[in-house]
Nanobody, 122 residues
Framework: VQLQASGGGMVRAGDSLRLSCAVSGRTLRDRLIGWFRQPPGKERDFVAAVSGSGTSMYYADSVKDRFTISRDAAKNTVYLQMNSLKPEDTAVYYC????????????????WGQGTQVTVSS
């Protein structure tokens, strides 16, 4: 499985960004796809995930009601729509794939994309 994350950038507080995670080597149906983020000097934290069936979405409390995870099965791509961005959302964002049905634990993800930087200024 290979993942390619893109869509990061520098924005101001309150702006929006949409991240994309293009998956190859497996269909989305076979894998849980999650987004994690890692601020400088900190651990990689769970943000959101979508199940292989596409029917279940999971969010960290810190992003619930602001971020939306979705997927396009035809394009084998998962998106993270981020609205009302805050400076504390600044981090490198990674997408990963897992054989688990649901998980917010980074160690349960066995393939990762290269990461995309999101910087939110106040």
């Amino acid at each position: 499985v290979q993942l390619q994350a893109s869509g990061g950038g520098m924005v101001r507080a309150g702006d929006s960004l949409r991240l994309s995670c293009a998956v190859s080597g497996r269909t989305l149906r076979d894998r849980l796809i999650g987004w994690f983020r890692q601020p400088p000097g900190k651990e990689r934290d769970f943000v959101a995930a979508v199940s292989g069936s596409g029917t279940s979405m999971y969010y960290a409390d810190s992003v619930k009601d602001r971020f939306t995870i979705s997927r396009d099965a035809a394009k084998n791509t998962v998106y993270l729509q981020m609205n009302s961005l805050k400076p504390e959302d600044t981090a490198v964002y990674y997408c990963g794939s897992s054989r688990y049905y649901s998980s917010a634990v980074a160690a349960h993800y066995d393939h990762w994309g290269q990461g995309t930087q999101v910087t939110v200024s106040s």
